[in-house]
């Protein structure tokens, strides 16, 4: 990113994220709310912050109606309590709608408008499941711009198994096993819960209080796998056990200038190097994240060797495979996601975005060897999306691969 100021990722915070559905552990709490609960635990991390230096509040959500509606950076801002003169915005880029706010409000702060912002996003897909009352224009059918059911991810990753057949379903599901193992492993090593803001819940059989993600299954085995149904297509690839489950969920950034952050003693916990999105056939948008990691890259002077972490999200297992083959990097390679990802922590639409950021960020702090970083995901209807994040505690030093 061509920026006259340095931008750093002060903090990031998230809710546990939940199974959706009646039986999830959200399904009586408010969309709003728990973009609220993320906003005010951010803001507890850092009670010397002036609130009114904040200059914009930025909540991404993929089904903007209802409790996920009505401006939410702004309704959001006002619930946690930050002063009324501090604006916000929502915004929709489905699956980087956080992804695109963090970026965008960082290029606001590198070309010196804004000071400090916050960039998060929320999906509560139990209440607002994805394309709910959508009226997609009949010319993308009629005019054979779309294939009719391109709007459905998982037809999508199906289609990524036929486009490259050396990406098997035994693959994808190593993938997704060993995505929920690396989970358990983070949560014994204590190192997710730092970041998880508890959130109180309600439901028949009275309160509860969410401290840890719903969705992991640490007890996944390959014969548990293979046996699975393929609900996408008779005799498929894809599966509940190799993609990320519906899931509710919000995460919440605050972002800087590095001259402001020390101004006001924040930390610094990583540098925004740049970020690019792009865009591919919306029938096999899993590829999305290729051409925008190959566009930052090439903006930041960069290339693919350089990168010591990647988080990417995991909607499906085959499309970060398609990732990592693409760039000549192995299935168990441990610079990717080494911590798991989607496929066990869930995939809140909007929302996942800066989980990564907020994964990449604290793996910095134990991986002074890395210097940069990637956060990448892919984009319904056909599109990709990464930042490049360089690592403030890098120290030249050659470490582990």
């Known amino acids: 990113m061509a920026a006259m100021r340095e931008v750093v990722?002060?903090?990031?915070?998230?809710t546990p994220f939940g199974r959706a559905g009646d039986k999830g552990m959200y399904a009586g709490t408010r969309a709003d709310d728990l973009a609220v609960k993320a906003l005010q635990g951010l803001l507890d991390r850092h009670p010397d912050l002036p609130l009114d230096r904040i200059d914009d509040v930025g909540i991404a959500a993929t089904t903007q109606q209802g409790d996920q509606g009505l401006t939410l950076g702004r309704t959001v801002s006002i619930l946690a309590g930050l002063p009324v003169t501090v604006p916000g915005f929502a915004l929709d880029r489905m699956c980087a709608g956080a992804l695109t706010v963090a970026s965008f409000m960082g290029a606001a702060i590198g070309s010196g408008q804004y000071d400090l912002a916050v960039a998060g996003g929320v999906?509560?897909?139990?209440?607002?499941?994805?394309?709910l009352d959508a009226d997609p224009n009949p010319r993308f059918v009629a005019?054979?711009?779309?294939?009719?059911?391109?709007?459905?991810m998982g037809v999508t990753a199906e289609r990524l198994h036929d486009r490259f057949p050396e990406l098997t379903k035994?693959?994808?599901?190593?993938?997704?096993?060993?995505?929920?193992?690396?989970?358990?492993?983070a949560y014994e090593r204590g190192d997710i819960q730092a970041d998880l803001v508890p959130v109180a819940t309600r439901s028949e059989s009275g309160w509860g209080l969410a401290t840890e993600d719903e969705g992991r299954r640490p007890e996944t085995t390959m014969e548990g796998l293979a046996g699975l149904k393929t609900p996408f297509r008779p005799h498929g690839r894809v599966t509940a056990g190799n993609a990320s489950p519906l899931t509710d969920g919000a995460t919440v950034s605050l972002l800087a200038g590095a001259d402001t952050a020390r101004e006001l003693g924040l930390?610094?916990?990583?540098?925004?190097?740049g970020f690019a999105f792009a865009g591919v056939q919306p029938e096999v948008m899993g590829l999305g994240p290729v051409p925008s990691t190959e566009k930052a890259l090439r903006r930041a002077g960069l290339t693919i060797d350089d990168i010591g972490l990647f988080e990417l999200n995991e909607a499906?297992?085959?499309?970060?495979?398609?990732?990592?083959?693409?760039?000549?990097?192995?299935?168990?390679?441990?610079?990717?996601?080494?911590?798991?990802?989607?496929?066990a922590f869930g995939h809140p639409l909007a929302a996942s975005g800066v989980r990564l950021m907020i994964q990449?960020?604290?793996?910095?702090?134990?991986?002074?060897?890395?210097?940069?970083?990637v956060t990448a995901m892919c984009v319904g209807l056909g599109q990709g999306g990464t930042a490049i994040w360089e690592n403030p505690h890098f120290d030249g030093k050659k470490g582990k691969k």
């Open 9 to 14: 990722f002060v903090d990031g915070v998230r």
């Open 123 to 131: 999906e509560h897909m139990g209440r607002h499941p994805i394309g």
């Open 143 to 152: 005019e054979k711009l779309v294939s009719a059911d391109a709007l459905n």
């Open 170 to 185: 035994e693959r994808a599901d190593r993938f997704g096993m060993l995505s929920q193992h690396k989970v358990q492993a």
């Open 267 to 273: 930390p610094a916990k990583m540098r925004l190097i």
């Open 316 to 343: 499906f297992a085959v499309q970060v495979l398609s990732f990592t083959d693409h760039f000549g990097i192995a299935d168990d390679d441990p610079r990717v996601n080494p911590w798991g990802g989607a496929i």
């Open 360 to 373: 990449l960020a604290r793996q910095f702090e134990q991986r002074p060897d890395v210097r940069y970083g």
